[in-house]
Structures are given as structure tokens and as C-alpha cells.
Nanobody, 117 residues
Framework: QVQLQESGGGWVQAGGSLRLSCLVS????????NGWYRQAPGKQRELVAS???????TYADSVKGRFTIARDNAKNTVYQQMNNLKPADAADYYC???????????WGKGTLVTVSS
């Protein structure tokens, strides 16, 4: 059974930094793609960043230059470094894993990021 566990959320002042981690178990992690999504109250879940099995990354325009997604296959973990955080970044952050080759998608339960102005 594939399980994802996010950590690293918390409270930070605007301009501060946080690093989110997502530990994945139950899959062949190095074969799969991963992503970080976020959902603010009253809004739809949106893709923030993604990384393929071979390390190709994409970012939402709103976080380019501030967020960095990375993976450590030895630790079955995907990270998201978030710098220069803004109040608009406050949300629940979720990681996902898309299984190769079936395309099945699995989600973590999320970690809350709060940014005060």
C-alpha cells in the first residue's frame, strides 16, 4: 500500500522560509513522478510544483523563483523548499505520487502552512 506523509509545515512571517518533506512508502519511488499541491480555504487545489522520475521540474508561475522541488531517491522523499513566503502562499500543502506505468495517484494528508503579514 502506497503511503505519503508530509511534514514541515508551520507558521512563518512573510519573507520567511519553510521546507516541506514528503516521505513515500510502499512504492518503487525512483520510478514515479511527484508533485506538491496546495489548497487554501474556499479555493480549489492547485499544482504548485512537480518533479519527474528523472528530475525534470515544473512550477506554477506564482512560485517560480521562490520554491524549489527536489527528490532524494535514497530516502524515498520529495522536498519543497519555500523561500520569500507571502500571505497568498498560506494553505494546506499536499504531496502526491503518480505511479509508473499504471498512472494511479496517491495523496498524503497534507501539512498546513500559515504566513502572516
Amino acid at each position: 500500500q502506497v503511503q505519503l506523509q508530509e511534514s514541515g509545515g508551520g507558521w512563518v512571517q512573510a519573507g520567511g522560509s519553510l521546507r516541506l518533506s514528503c516521505l513515500v512508502s510502499g512504492s518503487i519511488f525512483s520510478f514515479n513522478a511527484n508533485g506538491w499541491y496546495r489548497q487554501a480555504p474556499g479555493k480549489q487545489r492547485e499544482l504548485v510544483a512537480s518533479i519527474t522520475a528523472n528530475g525534470y521540474t515544473t512550477y506554477a508561475d506564482s512560485v517560480k523563483g521562490r520554491f524549489t522541488i527536489a527528490r532524494d531517491n535514497a530516502k524515498n522523499t520529495v522536498y519543497q523548499q519555500m523561500n520569500n513566503l507571502k500571505p497568498a502562499d498560506a494553505a494546506d500543502y499536499y504531496c502526491d505520487e503518480k505511479i509508473f506505468p499504471s498512472g494511479e495517484n496517491y495523496w498524503g494528508k497534507g501539512t498546513l502552512v500559515t504566513v502572516s503579514s
